[in-house]
């Protein structure tokens, strides 16, 4: 089991650019998780997929940001026109079911927006 | 493995009081966050703990690594403030564990 796979595990943008980020969850888990996390603000929830299907998307910010999990084996988060304030940790997890079942998170995509 | 208990499952308050709802841990947690659920099933992210507390309005959150625990405090309760409450604990590694939340409803 590789557990959570992420790429890239960091990236480098110039200001305006668009930056997307890979997931692939665990083998046989439903639900996938994306966080971003900053060192004042730990981890924020940005959006969560159960059977490939967006659930709460309350955490994404209106503008900019999207994320898609057009099939079982990956999701991706994708940045528009980052912005300086954008570079973080971003963090995917997987769980077998979902919310209250233990999250497995990757290693993260440090983004730093220039 | 590593579990979180979380207390009480569920709380009733009258507008203004106050009460607190607290996290044990089964082993030594790097930091532990809290989040309310809203009615519409967002997740608010409360505070974020490495240590010691933290304090906003009228929460307050504790967190001791080495007691193995942590806290909730809610003074002056409002009506919109109910909702379910979970503490989230990191262990080492990429591994987050989640409490089974606290429903919280406060009447007037």
């Known amino acids: 089991n590789a557990g959570v796979i992420q790429t890239p595990r960091h990236k480098v943008t110039g200001k305006g650019q668009e930056a997307t980020l890979w997931c692939e969850p665990i083998?046989?888990?439903?639900?996938v998780f994306w966080y971003r996390q900053t060192i004042v603000q730990g981890l924020e929830f940005l959006t969560y997929f159960r059977n490939q299907a967006p659930i709460d998307d309350s955490g994404m910010p209106k503008e900019r940001f999207s994320a898609q999990m057009p099939n079982q084996s990956h999701s991706t988060l994708k940045i528009q026109s980052t912005q300086p304030q954008d570079s973080a940790v971003y963090l995917c997890?997987?769980?077998?079911?979902?919310?209250?079942?233990?999250?497995?998170f990757g290693p993260g995509t440090r983004l730093l927006v220039l | 493995g590593d579990q979180v208990e979380q207390s009480p499952s569920a709380l009733s308050l009258h507008e203004g009081t106050g009460s607190a709802l607290r996290c044990n841990f089964t082993?030594?947690?790097?930091?532990v966050q809290w989040f309310r659920k809203n009615s519409r099933g967002s997740l608010i992210n409360l505070f974020y703990l490495a240590s010691g507390t933290k304090e906003n309005g009228r929460l307050k959150s504790a967190f001791d690594s080495k007691e193995r625990y942590s806290t909730l405090h809610i003074r002056d309760a409002q009506l919109e403030d109910s909702g379910t409450y979970f503490c989230a604990a990191e262990t080492g590694g990429y591994k987050v564990v989640f409490g089974s939340g606290t429903r919280l409803l406060v009447s007037p």
């Open positions: 083998s046989g888990h439903s639900a």
């Open positions: 082993t030594t947690m790097r930091a």
């Open positions: 997890a997987s769980s077998l079911r979902g919310l209250q079942d233990t999250q497995y």
